[in-house]
Antibody
Framework: QLQLQESGPGLVKPSETLSLTCSVS??????????WGWIRQPPGKRLEWIAS???????YYNPSLMTRVTISADTSRNQFSLKLNSVTAADTAAYFC?????????????WGQGTLVIVSS | SYVLTQPPSVSVAPGQTARITCGGN??????VHWYHQKPGQAPVLVIY???DRPSGIPERFSGSNSGNTATLTISRVEAGDEADYYC???????????FGGGTKLTVL
């Protein structure tokens, strides 16, 4: 049973960098058929895909965020990470990590429980 | 970038059939996936590749995709089906993943 768990600070100051890690258990992130992604959801709002990464380091970014986002994978730790810089209050959201799997077109088959990040001074 | 449009809300009585739509340009050329999300929880994949169900998802959930509209159909709706439902596609031309705006399903 694949499990994903987000970790990172729950409070980030404006203009600083938000850093989150997703730890994957129950299977390696090195499976070639999978990518690994981050999705966020501001309170009361819609889901927004942020970025996805393959174990080999290929990256894909939401164009609306790509100037501020970096996603990376650490195969030795079976983890992948997200960095979002120059945050503002608009980046306050629940952040989810997920397995990004080819389902005839990529879908998110397994999700972490999510972590709430508040941007505030 | 590609845009998916969903109605904000759908209401249905228990035991009836709920249909939630997702619109996009030439949507039938893409594979549509559906998630439900209950308050305070992570989304759960309920339909992938237009109409396939992951293991553990009841047969009451089905999907279709034709023209510019995909539809999630929930038969014999139960109170426990009340949730937000999101459609999602992978845009092959850009390698981007796109979510619809979500539909709140209310069971009357």
């Amino acid at each position: 049973q694949l499990q994903l768990q987000e970790s990172g600070p729950g409070l980030v100051k404006p203009s600083e960098t938000l850093s989150l890690t997703c730890s994957v258990s129950g299977g390696p992130i090195t499976r070639t058929s999978y990518h690994w992604g981050w999705i966020r959801q501001p309170p009361g709002k819609r889901l927004e895909w942020i970025a996805s990464v393959s174990y080999s380091g290929s990256t894909y970014y939401n164009p609306s965020l790509m100037t501020r986002v970096t996603i990376s994978a650490d195969t030795s730790r079976n983890q992948f990470s997200l960095k979002l810089n120059s945050v503002t209050a608009a980046d306050t959201a629940a952040y989810f990590c997920a397995r990004d799997k080819y389902c005839g077109g990529d879908c998110f088959s397994d999700w972490g429980q999510g972590t709430l990040v508040i941007v505030s001074s | 970038s590609y845009v998916l449009t969903q109605p904000p809300s759908v209401s249905v009585a228990p035991g009836q059939t709920a249909r939630i739509t997702c619109g996009g340009n030439n949507l039938e050329s893409k594979s549509v996936h559906w998630y439900h999300q209950k308050p305070g929880q992570a989304p759960v994949l309920v339909i992938y590749y237009d109409g396939d169900r992951p293991s553990g998802i009841p047969e009451r959930f089905s999907g279709s995709n034709s023209g510019n509209t995909a539809t999630l159909t929930i038969s014999r709706v139960e109170a426990g089906d009340e949730a937000d439902y999101y459609c999602q596609v992978w845009d092959r031309s850009s390698d981007h993943r796109v979510f619809g705006g979500g539909t709140k399903l209310t069971v009357l």
